[in-house]
C-alpha cells in the first residue's frame, strides 16, 4: 500500500511540473495521430496460476502537446486485447497422453493513459519516456478452452467471469521518435501495472490476488499543427 501512495504522489508531482512548465515555457507543438500495435498480457493470481503471456492486438488516438524542447503531455484512447493463457503440464496418464490442454481468458478493455511526455535529441531524431497513470474498462471478454471432457483439469477461475470491470494502475515506456516532413513516426515499448484486481480479493473468496499486467510495442503516427 505504501510503494501505491509512492507512485500516485510521483506522478501527481509529475503532472504539476508538467503543468508548471506551460506556464512559463513557449511555444507550444499540438500533435495528433493514431497508433496500433502487440499486447502481451498475464494476471497475477495469489494463489498462483501457472501462465504464459497471451498475445492481443491494440490500437487508438492519440493527441500529444509539447512545451519548449523537453517536456509534453499526452493523452491516448485506445482499445487493447488483454487476459491470460495458462500453462498446463502434459499428462502421463495413458488415457490422456498426447491430449493439448488449452485456456485462455481474453478481456478488451477501452483504456486511457495519461502520460508526463519526455523527449531529448536532434530535430530529426528524438528518443523519448512516456510515464503516468492509465484507467481502463471492460468492455467484453470470452474464453478459448478445450478443457470441458476433463472436470478435474477445471478451477476456481475459468468459471468466474470478471467481477471488477474498472483498472487503474500505472503504465511507462520509451520509444525513438523520426520526424519527417510528412509527419512524425514512433516505436515504443510499454509496461502497464494494474492496482486493482479483476476478482473480488476478500479473505472468504478464491484470491487474494488478481491484477493485470501487460507489455506493449507499438507503432505510431502523428501530425504536427
Known amino acids: 500500500m505504501k510503494l501505491k501512495i509512492y507512485v500516485i504522489l510521483w506522478f501527481t508531482l509529475m503532472v504539476s511540473?508538467?503543468?508548471?512548465?506551460i506556464i512559463?515555457?513557449?511555444?507550444?507543438?499540438?500533435?495528433?495521430?493514431?497508433?496500433?500495435?502487440?499486447?502481451?498480457?498475464?494476471?497475477?493470481?495469489?494463489?498462483?496460476?501457472?501462465?504464459?503471456?497471451?498475445?492481443?492486438?491494440?490500437?487508438?488516438?492519440?493527441?500529444?502537446?509539447?512545451?519548449?524542447?523537453?517536456?509534453?503531455?499526452?493523452?491516448?484512447?485506445?482499445?487493447?486485447?488483454?487476459?491470460?493463457?495458462?500453462?498446463?503440464?502434459?499428462?502421463?496418464?495413458?488415457?490422456?497422453a498426447g491430449t493439448d490442454?488449452?485456456?485462455?481468458?481474453?478481456?478488451?478493455?477501452?483504456?486511457?493513459?495519461?502520460?508526463?511526455?519526455i523527449q531529448f535529441g536532434g530535430k530529426k531524431v528524438k528518443g523519448f519516456i512516456n510515464a503516468g497513470p492509465q484507467f481502463g474498462y471492460l468492455i467484453s471478454e470470452s474464453t478459448d478452452e478445450n478443457l470441458g471432457a476433463q472436470p478435474a483439469m477445471v478451477s476456481a477461475q475459468h468459471n468466474m467471469p470478471v467481477e471488477k470491470k474498472f483498472e487503474w494502475g500505472i503504465s511507462?515506456?520509451?520509444?525513438?521518435?523520426?520526424?519527417?516532413?510528412?509527419?512524425?513516426?514512433?516505436?515504443?515499448?510499454?509496461?502497464f501495472y494494474s492496482f486493482g484486481d479483476i476478482y473480488s480479493t476478500k479473505v472468504k473468496d478464491n484470491f487474494s490476488k488478481a491484477s493485470s499486467q501487460a507489455i506493449t510495442a507499438k507503432i505510431s503516427y502523428l501530425k504536427p499543427f
Do not use: C
Open 172 to 191: 511507462g515506456g520509451a520509444g525513438i521518435e523520426i520526424r519527417t516532413g510528412i509527419g512524425y513516426f514512433l516505436l515504443e515499448g510499454r509496461y
Open 24 to 96: 512559463i515555457t513557449t511555444p507550444y507543438e499540438f500533435s495528433v495521430g493514431v497508433s496500433g500495435g502487440t499486447t502481451f498480457s498475464s494476471v497475477s493470481f495469489s494463489p498462483k496460476v501457472e501462465q504464459t503471456m497471451l498475445m492481443g492486438t491494440t490500437f487508438g488516438v492519440t493527441g500529444r502537446m509539447t512545451m519548449g524542447e523537453y517536456v509534453g503531455l499526452q493523452l491516448e484512447i485506445n482499445y487493447a486485447q488483454q487476459g491470460w493463457n495458462e500453462f498446463f503440464e502434459i499428462t502421463e496418464e495413458p488415457e490422456n
Open 17 to 21: 511540473a508538467a503543468k508548471a512548465q
Open 101 to 117: 490442454y488449452k485456456y485462455a481468458r481474453h478481456l478488451d478493455y477501452l483504456q486511457i493513459p495519461f502520460y508526463t511526455h
